[in-house]
């Protein structure tokens, strides 16, 4: 994949064929096809990869589901500033490619599926609103930080993403885990005071306590 995007970009999206990159991959025709599917394909290979080790990872911790999202999301971006050319080359594709940016937006929306799809098993209690909230919020957070990145090699992305993703819990925290044993809080009770004649039957008693309570409710 690589070898593919400094192809790209050296020659241009739109200028280079499909057998010239099987050629650089040094893969046959028939091959890059079979693996890749097209040139919009393989500029994001390496999201399918991300994609299911995400799922994994998800699946398999143990312990808080959300703390399982951080974790995740996290990994995902580690991998992307372990391979700072692939990263550079791809941004600089995006920019000169409407067409590719479109296609990042699809490959944002799976990572948001991916993440919502977990919650929805993990969670099943949590509002299905603040479930989609969270998750399309871990993801932009996470493009966001990588981004900034891109434009700045300098910048700590992964502690600024990782603070930012422990603020997001704190504040889905409440809404994605609500703890159905919680007690609602009861109404404030009212206190009545009767005077009630001497001689009066209880039924009677209760007649004139209802009366005069009709009478401060008008």
């Known amino acids: 994949m690589e070898i593919a995007l400094k192809l790209l970009a050296r020659n241009g999206y739109e200028s280079t064929t499909v057998d010239e990159l099987a050629d650089a991959a040094q893969i046959s025709r028939s091959t890059f096809f079979r693996r890749f599917g097209s040139k919009d394909d393989i500029v994001f290979a390496d999201h399918d990869f991300l994609i299911e080790r995400l799922q994994t990872q998800l699946t398999d911790f143990l312990g808080d589901p959300l703390n399982a999202v951080q974790e995740g999301t996290r990994q995902v971006l580690d991998y992307h500033l372990r391979r700072p050319e692939t990263s550079r080359l791809r941004h600089e594709l995006l920019q000169q490619n409407p067409v590719l940016r479109d296609r990042e937006l699809i490959t944002s929306y799976r990572y948001e599926r991916s993440i919502a799809d977990f919650l929805r098993a993990a969670l099943p209690a949590a509002p299905e609103w603040a479930t989609l909230a969270f998750a399309s919020s ?7 930080e990588l981004r900034g990145w891109l434009r700045d090699p300098s910048t700590d992305a992964a502690s600024a993403l990782a603070t930012e993703l422990k603020q997001l819990v704190e504040l889905f925290r409440p809404l994605l885990k609500q703890d159905a044993t919680t007690e609602l809080p009861t109404p404030a009770r009212q206190v009545i005071v009767a005077l009630v004649q001497s ?19 008008a």
């Open 138 to 144: 871990v993801v932009s957070t996470h493009n966001f």
């Open 199 to 217: 001689g009066e039957t209880p039924a009677q008693a209760l007649r004139s306590i209802a009366r005069d309570l009709e009478s401060a409710e």
